[in-house]
């Protein structure tokens, strides 16, 4: 099984930058796609960034320009930088790995428990 970790959330003013991280740990065979989604209070979780394996990135309208996803793979961590931060940032924000944890297993999703991040006016 793939454990996922993420961290960096916090309480940041409006116009400012987080980092979060995401490692993944566990059995891991390969990691396919990685993301980033949030969830507001009474509202569905929605996908922020993701990028792929091969370093193709797809990221929310709301978001582009403002956030960066990357990756190091050595270390099977996802990063995403978040500036010019919102009080509509303001979220749960769970990250999210498509991988296997052998070479005979199937993909599987795996999410993390996520962090919070408050953007306040």
């Known amino acids: 099984q793939v454990q996922l970790v993420e961290s960096g959330g916090g309480l940041v003013q409006a116009g400012g930058s987080l980092r979060l991280s995401c490692a993944a740990s566990?059995?891991?065979?390969?990691?396919?796609?990685m993301g980033w989604y949030r969830q507001a209070p009474g509202k569905q979780r929605e996908l922020v960034a993701v990028?792929?394996?091969?370093?193709?990135?797809n990221y929310a309208d709301s978001v582009k320009g403002r956030f960066t996803i990357s990756r190091d793979d050595a270390k099977n961590t996802v990063y995403l930088q978040m500036n010019s931060l919102k009080p509509e940032d303001t979220a749960g924000y769970y990250c999210?790995?498509?991988?296997?944890?052998?070479?005979?297993?199937?993909?599987?999703?795996?999410w993390g428990q996520g962090t919070q991040v408050t953007v306040s006016s």
């Open positions: 566990g059995r891991i065979f390969s990691i396919n796609a």
């Open positions: 990028i792929t394996s091969g370093g193709m990135t």
């Open positions: 999210n790995a498509d991988a296997k944890s052998a070479a005979w297993d199937m993909r599987r999703n795996y």
